[in-house]
Each structure stands twice: as structure tokens, then as C-alpha cells.
Nanobody, 122 residues
Framework: QVQLVESGGGLVQAGGSLRLSCAASGSTFSSNAMGWHRQAPGKQRELVAVVSSGGSTNYADSVKGRFTISRDNAKNTVYLQMNSLKPEDTAVYYC????????????????WGQGTQVTVSS
């Protein structure tokens, strides 16, 4: 069974930075696409960023230029570097693993972490 363990969330002031980590076990990490989604209270879960097994990346328009997704296959870990944080970035952030870029982007299949809270104060 795939297990995804997230860390790095917390409280930060607007304009600050956080780095989220997601460590995967129980699968062949390098053959899967990985992504980050977020969900704010009362809102739908949305895709934040995705990285394919080949290393290609894509981002939601709302975070483009501020967030960077990366993966370290030797450590079975995916990261989300978040810079220039805004209060509207406040949400629970979830790590997701699936077979393809498309499945991660859709967010309806694959495996999920427990989520980590990110709170950005004004």
C-alpha cells in the first residue's frame, strides 16, 4: 500500500516562504506522477502543481511564478517551494500520487497524504 507523509506546513506572514515535503513509500516512486492540491474551508479542492515521471511541471495560474514543484527520486520525495505567500494561499495542502500527469491533474484517483495546514497571515 502506498503511504504519503507530508510535512512543512505552518503559519507564515504574507510575503514569506514555506517548503512542503511529501515522502512516499510502498510503490515505485519514480514511475509515477506527483502533485500538490489544496482545499480552503468552504471551497473545492484545486490542483496547485504537478510533476510528471519525466520531470515536466505545470502550475495553477494562481501560483505560477511563486511556487515550484520538484522531486528527488533518490529520496522518494516531492517538494513544493512556496514563495511570496498571500493570505489566499491559506488551505490544507495534499500530496497526490497517480500513474499519469492527467490523473494527478484531475485529482479523482491515485493515493493521497493526510494533508498539512498552511496559514498565511496579512
Amino acid at each position: 500500500q502506498v503511504q504519503l507523509v507530508e510535512s512543512g506546513g505552518g503559519l507564515v506572514q504574507a510575503g514569506g516562504s514555506l517548503r512542503l515535503s511529501c515522502a512516499a513509500s510502498g510503490s515505485t516512486f519514480s514511475s509515477n506522477a506527483m502533485g500538490w492540491h489544496r482545499q480552503a474551508p468552504g471551497k473545492q479542492r484545486e490542483l496547485v502543481a504537478v510533476v510528471s515521471s519525466g520531470g515536466s511541471t505545470n502550475y495553477a495560474d494562481s501560483v505560477k511564478g511563486r511556487f515550484t514543484i520538484s522531486r528527488d527520486n533518490a529520496k522518494n520525495t516531492v517538494y513544493l517551494q512556496m514563495n511570496s505567500l498571500k493570505p489566499e494561499d491559506t488551505a490544507v495542502y495534499y500530496c497526490n500520487q497517480a500513474r499519469s500527469w492527467l490523473l494527478v491533474a484531475r485529482g479523482t484517483s491515485g493515493y493521497w497524504g493526510q494533508g498539512t495546514q498552511v496559514t498565511v497571515s496579512s
